[in-house]
């Protein structure tokens, strides 16, 4: 149980364009949603918090406009990366949190690849 | 402004060692204390996790020793197999039912298990 389905896996495109990512909470309602960016051979950094039904919270330095998070159903939020620059090249991972896990406890997606080129 | 302080970087150690990975916090209001596992290309999964009302937890070949007075928690893994090569994150957060606790997390330590 306590599942999250991150989509795309992998993902490439053009610098300017934009890029949506998916994560599911599979067989728990997500209350919360993190955004995680992560370079290589580094530790995760947390790019917003995202309670359902309301505008995320974004870390200091991340570009809200940029990194857009919606969070709309218990099951679903998304990250779109708006007008993408190769210096967004990254894994992103989603987290989620919510009643129903374990002690309320964080589940992870499995991530996402994204170059940008 | 680093909260977890995960030491050593990377560790190598023969197959059947023990890897021992150290965790040193600063906030006294972290009360819930995990550890992930991280393969190439991979989210982190959850490994062990402890809250402050035990010194000791152990899973199967995983084992956390924490300590409250000393603000440092660690992950010993025990009879170490080349599959356990990974990064571990250790990371911490103030547990119960807000779940918008957010998980501040350790620097990550690359663990490399040979045969």
């Known amino acids: 149980g306590a599942v999250v389905s991150q989509h795309p896996s992998r993902v490439i495109c053009k610098s300017g364009t934009s890029v949506k990512i998916e994560c599911r909470s599979l067989?728990?309602?997500?209350?919360?949603m993190f955004w995680y960016r992560q370079f290589p051979k580094q530790s995760l950094m947390l790019m917003a918090t995202s309670n359902e039904g309301s505008k995320a919270t974004y870390e200091q330095g991340v570009e809200k406009d940029k990194f857009l998070i919606n969070h709309a159903s218990l099951t679903l939020s998304t990250l779109t990366v708006t007008s993408a620059h190769p210096e967004d090249s990254s894994f992103y991972i989603c987290s989620a949190s919510g009643p129903g896990l374990k002690n309320y406890g964080y589940t992870f997606g499995s991530g996402t690849r994204l170059t940008v080129v | 402004q680093q909260q977890v302080k995960q030491s050593p970087q990377s560790l190598i150690v023969q197959k059947g060692g023990i890897s021992i990975i150290n965790c040193a916090y600063e906030?006294?209001?972290?009360?819930?204390f995990p550890w992930y596992q991280q393969f190439p290309g991979k989210g982190p999964a959850l490994l062990i996790a402890?809250?402050?009302?035990?010194s000791e937890k152990k899973e199967g070949r995983f084992t956390i020793s924490f300590n409250k007075s000393a603000k440092q928690f660690s992950l010993h893994i025990m009879d170490s197999q080349p599959g356990d090569s990974a990064t571990y994150f250790c990371?911490?957060?103030?547990?119960?039912?807000?779940?918008?606790?957010?998980?501040?997390f350790g620097g990550g330590t690359r663990v490399l298990v040979k045969p």
């Open positions: 906030n006294t209001a972290f009360d819930y």
């Open positions: 067989d728990f309602q997500a209350t919360t």
């Open positions: 402890i809250r402050p009302d035990v």
């Open positions: 990371a911490a957060s103030i547990w119960g039912k807000a779940a918008g606790n957010k998980l501040t």
